[in-house]
């Protein structure tokens, strides 16, 4: 692959003129990835559902791009309670399984518009899976 290549999804996109991710060669970077429903492209009301979504767009994404969630290396969350990682960390638990296997994370706080309680962007580097 040569050039740089828009990832876009059926289920997750941006109000704005921009893709899901951009792919450079192996390299993958997403675009800030909600919790946004694919379904309805509506915002859950509770911190659970939204990270449930969040990471089923994520796994879209990568998947979109050619890759799988085991090409993801590194993963930044922003929480509008940064505190509040219970639902975070299930849902990280569920899609990264071996702890000896994980991407590199770091959760912040943020403050967002309307009813979104947190978002995250990934570095993914495919063809290099655990």
Known sequence: MTGRQSIH???FRHTNPVPAASRIGPFV???????????????????????A???????????????GTGDIA????????YRDRDA???EWEAMFPDPASRPARHALAATFDGGT??????????????
Do not use: H, Y
């Open 88 to 90: 975070l960390n299930r």
């Open 9 to 11: 999804t059926a289920g």
């Open 74 to 81: 590194k993963m930044t969350v922003w929480l509008r309670d």
């Open 117 to 130: 309680l947190i978002q995250c962007d990934f570095v993914a580097v495919l063809g290099f899976s655990a």
């Open 29 to 51: 970077f997403s675009g800030a990835v909600t919790g946004r429903d694919p379904r309805t492209g509506e915002i859950p009301g509770d911190l659970e559902a939204q990270c």
């Open 53 to 67: 979504n969040m990471f089923g767009n994520v796994r879209e994404i990568v998947e979109a791009a050619g890759g």
